[in-house]
């Protein structure tokens, strides 16, 4: 974040806030969720509680951007796009994991079938194959020996 040219004190804060939702939010919003459930017709207000926080947090970003009139990222700088999706597929199995337990899978049936599909997607890219030799494929570039 430095990078694009925010402040140093606020890239900090966000990498720091954004993660603690599930260590920081969750003790002090139950307390909130429970109130919430009794005095609304909500059966489960905590994803809308972690959907609230991270959409406070994202306009915060927003906010910020506008206020110091930050631009686009330059074009060496934006990833690429094939590793972009990559990563998202790599995601599916959480998605699958969920959708099981949803649909009334059990736990333990979801949470065998969770790795295996990891196991199947892993096949779809060289660089996340499972091999005996998969440790030196992923070290294709030659070191430079110090002399």
């Known amino acids: 974040m430095k990078r694009v040219g925010y402040q140093p004190g606020f890239a900090a804060a966000v990498d720091a806030v954004a993660p603690t939702d599930d260590q920081i939010m969750q003790p002090v919003m139950e307390t909130a969720a429970f109130t919430m459930t009794d005095m609304s017709y909500l059966k489960h207000p905590r ?40 990563a998202f597929v790599l995601q599916l199995p959480i998605v ?7 649909s009334g899978g059990s736990i333990i049936s979801s949470a065998f079938a969770a790795p295996l599909f990891i196991a199947m997607l892993s096949f779809l890219h060289v660089e996340t194959r499972l091999s005996p030799d ?14």
């Open 47 to 86: 994803p809308l509680f972690s959907l609230l926080y991270y959409l406070a947090l994202l306009f915060m970003i927003h906010f910020e951007t506008v206020k110091y009139h930050l631009g686009y990222l330059p074009p060496e700088q934006v990833p690429d796009t094939r590793k972009v999706t990559h």
């Open 96 to 102: 699958m994991l969920i959708v099981t337990l949803m």
């Open 134 to 147: 998969a440790s030196s494929r992923r070290r294709r570039t030659p070191h430079a020996i110090p002399s």
